[in-house]
C-alpha cells in the first residue's frame, strides 16, 4: 500500500479482511506460476514472415519444425522449393531457407 495507502486500507476492509494491510507481508515470488503456457512460434521462409502458430511452451525444436512444415500457409511458400536449411532457436522463430 506505499502509493495509496488510505485508498488500499478502505479496499482492504471492504475485501473482508480483520488486519490492517499495512501489517501484510510482501507476495512471496514463485518462478513456475511467472512461466508462461504457451508462445506464439513465428514461422518464416527466407526470412519473411509467413505464420504465426500458439503452441505450448515446452515444445522442442523437433516439434516445431513439424508443425511448422504441417500449416498450409507455410506450405504454399515452400510449394515446388527445395528447402536448403532450417533455423530453429528455442523460444524464437523457425526459419526455412528455400531455392
Not at 499495512?22 to 513456475?32: G, R
Not at 515444445?59 to 508443425?67: F, L, N, S
Amino acid at each position: 500500500a506505499p502509493t495509496a495507502p488510505h485508498l488500499a486500507e478502505e479496499l482492504w476492509q471492504r475485501a473482508g479482511h480483520e488486519y490492517s494491510i499495512h501489517n501484510q507481508s510482501w507476495p512471496q515470488w514463485d518462478e513456475e506460476l511467472a512461466r508462461d503456457e504457451e508462445i506464439t512460434l513465428v514461422v518464416q521462409v527466407n526470412g519473411k514472415l509467413r505464420d504465426r502458430i500458439t503452441v505450448p511452451a515446452s515444445i522442442t525444436e523437433a516439434e516445431a519444425r513439424q508443425i511448422a512444415l504441417e500449416r498450409e500457409r507455410v506450405k504454399a511458400y515452400l510449394e515446388g522449393k527445395e528447402i536448403v536449411k532450417t533455423i530453429c532457436v528455442p523460444g524464437g522463430p523457425v526459419n526455412f531457407v528455400v531455392r
